[in-house]
């Protein structure tokens, strides 16, 4: 019983690292209505980042978050220049961006595929020579402070002009420019936004893991839209604006959780990126199937009998 509360542990304080990431494909998905496919790079980016910094130059654990922050949004904006200056489709420039990525993170790494970092001080070691609380719960702490930030920064910024100007961007692109917004610059900031807390996500899982890895970030896009979407039955769409950001964090725990579930149920750990999908899949089906549940039973009942 032990062994299975620790691996939940781990699932949800990981699903909650992994959360912040969902943030960063929210914002493009739903609100800029862009597949950003940036994500798989600048995760890693942010990951491999925040490890050559802390265990290279022994940087601040703090500082090498906010570098790592940086360079995700600068991953980002290149996606959102090639997208909006040069006129390429953005799914085209975020597998533009994100296969070249891939070369710039393996010179970041010095050629090296991992860095292990166990004997690097990061936040997390901090809380637990403070606390004595184990590595999990450690995870767990930060990852809750630093989401609960991540989506009050992120409701009050969408609530100035300028946040209202990138949501309406994404609803109607042509009525917003009509009203003067260059939507150029706005796409190009969602864009920048969202990779900036993909590369922290990424920055935050290298210290919770203690590795940086070229591939940690492979599949991060299926896990941010099963995470939306999952957060999405769960509560529904029809939410506040505040809801949605928190629904997103709890569909990642979820995600973790049913991952945790499967493997400890015995599943071959390298059939992980099919479970992914099959998970993602059962996401996507389950509200169609009840609206067509909901319709089929209204018919089969005659409907509402009205008259005039």
Not at 8 to 26: E, K
Not at 235 to 249: C, D, I, P, Y
Not at 285 to 304: A, F, N, Q
Request: net charge positive.
């Amino acid at each position: 019983m032990s062994g299975f509360i620790l691996s939940m542990q781990g699932a949800i304080s990981q699903g909650i690292l992994w959360g912040i990431m969902v943030l960063g494909v929210y914002i493009t998905f739903r609100i800029l209505d862009i597949a950003d496919l940036t994500v798989d790079g600048s995760f890693a980016l942010g990951g491999c980042i925040c490890a050559m910094l802390m265990l290279n130059k022994g940087m601040n654990p703090i500082l090498a978050l906010l570098c790592a922050t940086l360079a995700g949004a600068a991953a980002g904006a290149v996606t959102g220049i090639l997208h909006t200056v040069f006129e390429i489709p953005a799914i085209l420039a975020g597998i533009l961006t994100q296969i070249s990525l891939w070369s710039v993170n393996l010179r970041i790494m010095g050629q090296k595929s991992n860095l292990p970092l166990l004997n690097t001080e990061s936040i997390f070691t901090w809380i637990v020579d403070a606390t004595g609380m184990k590595q999990s719960m450690a995870s767990l702490l930060v990852g809750v402070v630093i989401a609960a930030l991540v989506i009050w920064l992120l409701y009050w910024f969408f609530g100035t002009e300028i946040g209202a100007s990138l949501r309406a961007t994404g609803d109607n692109e042509d009525m917003i420019r009509a009203l003067g917004v260059n939507v150029k610059v706005a796409k190009v900031l969602a864009l920048a936004i969202s990779n900036g807390l993909v590369g922290l996500s990424g920055a935050l899982v290298c210290q919770s893991t203690k590795v940086g890895d070229i591939q940690m970030g492979t599949g991060a896009i299926v896990i941010g839209l099963a995470a939306i979407v999952i957060g999405e039955v769960l509560f529904g769409k029809n939410r506040a604006f505040g809801t949605k950001l928190a629904s997103v964090v709890v569909g990642s725990i979820v995600y973790f959780v049913i991952r945790a579930l499967v493997l400890r149920m015995g599943m071959n750990p390298n059939d992980m990126k099919m479970i992914s999908a099959i998970i993602v899949i059962l996401a996507l089906c389950t509200p169609v199937m009840l609206e067509k549940w909901r319709i089929w039973k209204s018919y089969s009942k005659g409907g509402d009998d009205t008259s005039c």
